[in-house]
Every structure is written in structure tokens, then in C-alpha cells.
């Protein structure tokens, strides 16, 4: 009998196989998983506090306070609002796709990076901009047009990306049927967007149910407006908890509604080879008139508006308005804020996005779905139920750094998990395999080897949340300590004066922060789509 003392035979494919998807045997594997176990219950407590506020505050309470006519007007205001800006969304993503990816419309890939540019923009700037210079625009209108003009990048991203991917031979087909343009479009090219149009739907509707700022500037009631002058005026009553349970069932049954909106069918192209190159269409000069006059109305509301109002307001206030003794210690907290949030964020959703690509199964993708769910809850429901949850069980920390930090990690860490995710699949198994073989533990080749490789998906990961934080209002303002003011808290506390020149250095350098991340993410987009 041979003896193997350099473990060679273990060593053979079939065994390194074996050994990553028995992983779990070990304590390393046992260690990251039990990591991915927190983090999910963690995730978990929002819920929690929705369930258990229920349960505590009673039946007959629930009643008194949920079927009133005050939750009947804020449920008819946020369905009117959701009801009528998600389709002009969609309409004008899709239109601005189709004419940059599909015409030879003149400086299209100008008017491409400007319908990504308003991502840089926070929504309550746009709402800022728009009160400024129509100090009357309130109610359902002034909501759906800075919606619209805020939220409508986030569809047409993923639209214009999916019209980049499509292959024109379905089209040939269609048309060699006798179809006529307008036919092939709707019939031929517009199911394929159904999951890009579905969604940015979600996601636009998602913002829509959570936004505070936006709403509280042009006085449009909603229920995140609602919950958060309830809980101003009485301090975790019980109104502003049903309130926010009503919200989380709303974010719930959006949810609920998009992935049953789905279906069945295909979306990818099979068979040998590449997709031909996309048809451009070719406009004659009064179409071409006519459809210039679409981006160039978006790019002037959507960025012209905010834009020119800073511009006047920093003019108007001179060199007074810029006090660094105030902007410097803000953006100083909004960097330290922004940097630590995404690295912790990043660094707890290593271990799930590990599990995810190296041992799927179904717990697995439970405990993944849990931070999805939550982090599609208003970011004042989470604000309120860690209020909640810190005064009544964990007083040291109840308004201070960690708190907030947490409701972070809480809100936007899917952002970092989706990158992380992709960036590990890329990392071959068979190195972090072979590293183990080597005597490396099992921690230490995930840190050395797949960490390593992932590294840009990391990254892609932190950035983002990096940039969720630096724009977050609602969560900061209920829970941040005494004395702290980030970028985002500072502008609203000029606002709130209604000092607008003086909110106006807060606004712009939060557009520059953010602009840098908007053209990344516009690149990445081509990049993905095979540009």
C-alpha cells in the first residue's frame, strides 16, 4: 500500500469538489455561516418591531387607529402618486432608450450620460429647486412631476441596457410576417423589456413610498410625512408605529406585485455564435426635430431646473453663504459616515454572498432574501423600530453612532451583496480549493484568494453605499446623536428656515460627490451590455 504523505491524492478534482461542498463540515464553514445567520436576524428586526408593535398595541387599537380617515386620505395620496408616476416613468425611460440605443438621433450618446445624470441629484434638491423657482407648486402635481424628473434614470438604465442586448433577428422575423414598425416594437421588442421595465418600476415605487424630503418641501402628504411629524409630536406613540406598519404592508405588496409580474417566459437567445449589431433607424429631419424635443425638455427639467436654481441662490447669497466652519465638519461626517457604513456594510454581506455562490441551497437563499426584504422597507421604518428597540432593550446605544450605522447596514446592504456576489462567482473555486489543499484553512483562502479577486465587485459594492449614505435623510435625522450633522441633515436644517441661499452649498457639494458614482454606474452599464 502507498502512502500519500503530501495529501496528492486528495488533492484530485473530483475530491476539491467534494471538499468545497462539505465545507460546512469544518469549523470555518460552520463560523460563516453562523456570521450569515446574525446578520439575516438582524435584518429581521424591522419586521420584528412591525409585528410585535401589533401585537402589543392590540386589535381594538389597531382598528381605532388604522381605519380613520386620516390613514384613507395618505393611502388615496400614495396610491394616486404611485398609480400615476410609475407609468410616466416607464413611458419616458422607454422613449429616451429607444432613441438613444435604436435612431441616429444627433448627439445620442450626449443624451444618453444626461438621462443617467440625475441619479447624482438627491430628490429633495429637485424639490428644493422646484419650490425655489415656483414658490406656490404644491400637492399631487408638484409630487408626480419631481418624481418623475428625479426617478425616471432608474428605469431607463436597465431599459436602455436590455434594447443594447437585444438581437435583431427576432425583429427581422416579425417584419418579414408583414408586422410594420410600430407592430414589431409592441409586439416584438417591448415584452423583451418586461423584466428591465418591471424592475425599475419597483425600484422607482419603492422610492416613492420611502422619500421624505421631496414630499415635505411641496406639502404633499404621504405616509412617510405622516409618520415622521407623528413621531415629532409624540415621541414612538402608537400612531406613528400602526402608520408605519400600514407603509411596510404597501412595500410588502409592491414586492409582491413584481415578482408575480414576471412569468415564465425566455429572455435569453440560444444557439452558436454572437447577436448582430443593433438596427439604427433612421430619422428624416422633421421626425428628427421632433424627437430632440423629448431629452432636450427632460435634461432642462431634470437638470437645467436644479442646476440654474443653485446657480442663482449661490450668486444671490455671495461668498457669505459658503461658512466653512459649518460645511467642513458636515462633510467631514458625511465622509466618516459614508466610509465606515460601507465598510461594514460590505464586510456583512461577505459571508452570505460566500454562501450564495460556493454552497446554494434554500436556507441559504432565505437568509439572502430576508436583507432584501427589509432593505425594501422605508428607511423611517427602520428608523423607528431601532428606536424602539434601543430604548426598551438597549439603552447605551440609543441615539449614537452605532445606531445609526446599523440602520445602515440594515437599509443597503443588498447594494453591497449583489456586487459582492458577482465579483465572487467570478473567482474560480478551484483556487481557493487548491489554497486549502496547500494547508491554508478555509478562512484563510476566502480572505487571500476569492476576497482578492473580488475585490472590484467589493469595491463596486462599498461605492454604492457609499452613495445611499451620503444622501440619506430620514434614518440620520431620527437617529443620529446630538450635535451631528451630515451634509444631507445640515441642507434640511436650511431648508427648514427656509434659507435657501444658505442650503445651497450643501446641495451642491452633495451633487459632486455623487456625480463621480452616476458615471460609473453609466459606464458599467455599457460595459455589461458588451459596449
Not at 437645467?304 to 442663482?312: S, Y
Not at 428607511?379 to 450605522?405: E, S
Request: charged share 10%.
Amino acid at each position: 500500500m502507498v502512502s500519500d504523505p503530501a495529501g496528492v491524492a486528495s488533492a484530485t478534482p473530483a475530491n476539491l469538489r467534494r471538499r468545497s461542498r462539505g465545507s460546512f463540515g469544518n469549523r470555518s464553514g460552520t463560523w460563516v455561516a453562523g456570521l450569515s445567520i446574525l446578520v439575516s436576524l438582524l435584518a429581521l428586526l424591522p419586521i420584528a418591531f412591525v409585528l410585535g408593535v401589533s401585537l402589543q398595541t392590540g386589535w381594538a387599537t389597531i382598528v381605532a387607529l388604522v381605519f380613520r380617515p386620516r390613514v384613507a386620505e395618505l393611502l388615496i395620496n400614495t396610491v394616486l402618486l404611485v398609480v400615476i408616476t410609475i407609468p410616466l416613468c416607464v413611458a419616458l425611460g422607454v422613449a429616451l432608450a429607444w432613441l438613444t440605443e435604436r435612431t441616429d438621433l444627433p448627439g445620442r450618446r450626449l443624451w444618453s450620460l444626461l438621462a443617467t445624470a440625475p441619479l447624482a441629484v438627491p430628490a429633495f434638491v429637485h424639490s428644493y429647486a422646484w419650490v425655489s423657482l415656483v414658490p406656490p407648486i404644491h400637492g399631487l402635481f408638484a409630487g408626480v412631476l419631481v418624481s418623475v424628473i428625479a426617478y425616471f434614470p432608474f428605469l431607463y438604465l436597465p431599459i436602455a441596457a436590455t434594447l443594447r442586448r437585444l438581437d435583431p433577428a427576432i425583429e427581422d422575423v416579425a417584419e418579414s410576417l408583414g408586422l410594420k414598425p410600430w407592430a414589431v416594437f409592441f409586439r416584438v421588442v417591448l415584452p423583451q423589456l418586461r423584466l428591465a421595465i418591471g424592475g425599475g418600476a419597483l425600484l422607482v415605487g419603492l422610492h416613492l413610498l420611502a422619500e421624505y424630503g421631496l414630499y415635505a418641501m411641496i406639502r404633499f402628504d404621504t405616509f412617510t410625512t405622516a409618520i415622521f411629524d407623528q413621531f415629532k409630536s409624540t415621541f414612538n406613540g402608537p400612531a406613528a408605529n400602526m402608520l408605519a406598519g400600514v407603509l411596510a404592508l404597501c412595500c410588502l405588496a409592491m414586492l409582491t406585485a413584481e415578482s408575480a409580474s414576471r412569468g415564465q417566459a425566455r429572455y435569453a437567445r440560444v444557439g452558436s455564435g454572437s447577436a448582430r449589431l443593433q438596427r439604427i433607424l433612421r430619422l428624416d429631419r422633421k421626425t428628427t426635430a421632433l424627437a430632440l424635443t423629448l431629452p432636450i425638455v427632460s435634461s432642462v427639467l431634470a437638470l437645467g431646473v436644479p442646476l440654474i436654481t443653485l446657480g442663482k441662490w449661490l450668486i444671490a447669497g455671495g461668498a457669505e453663504v459658503w461658512k466653512l466652519g459649518d460645511l467642513l465638519p458636515a462633510l467631514e461626517q458625511t465622509l466618516l459616515l459614508g466610509v465606515a457604513g460601507a465598510i461594514i456594510t460590505t464586510c456583512a454581506a461577505i459571508p452570505i454572498a460566500w454562501l450564495s455562490i460556493r454552497s446554494p441551497g434554500r436556507l441559504h437563499r432565505v437568509l439572502e432574501s430576508c436583507n432584501y426584504i427589509t432593505s425594501s422597507l422605508p428607511g423611517i421604518v427602520v428608523a423607528l423600530a431601532l428606536v424602539t428597540i434601543t430604548i426598551n432593550f438597549a439603552r447605551p446605544i440609543y441615539q449614537t453612532t452605532i445606531t445609526v450605522l446599523l440602520a445602515y447596514v440594515l437599509m443597503f446592504l443588498p447594494r453591497a451583496l449583489v456586487s459582492l456576489r458577482a465579483g465572487i462567482a467570478q473567482a474560480p473555486v478551484e483556487l481557493e480549493n487548491m489554497a486549502r489543499s496547500l494547508g491554508r484553512s478555509p478562512s484563510q483562502a476566502l480572505w487571500l484568494i476569492t476576497l482578492r479577486l473580488a475585490a472590484p465587485g467589493a469595491a463596486a459594492g462599498a461605492a454604492l453605499v457609499f452613495l445611499a449614505i451620503t444622501n440619506e435623510l430620514t434614518a440620520t435625522l431620527l437617529l443620529a446623536p446630538n450635535g451631528t450633522r451630515t451634509l444631507a441633515t445640515g441642507f434640511w436644517a436650511m431648508t427648514s428656515e427656509i434659507d435657501y441661499a444658505a442650503a445651497a452649498p450643501y446641495a451642491l457639494i452633495m451633487i459632486l460627490l455623487s456625480l463621480p458614482l452616476t458615471g460609473l454606474l453609466y459606464h458599467q452599464s455599457k460595459r455589461t451590455a458588451g459596449r
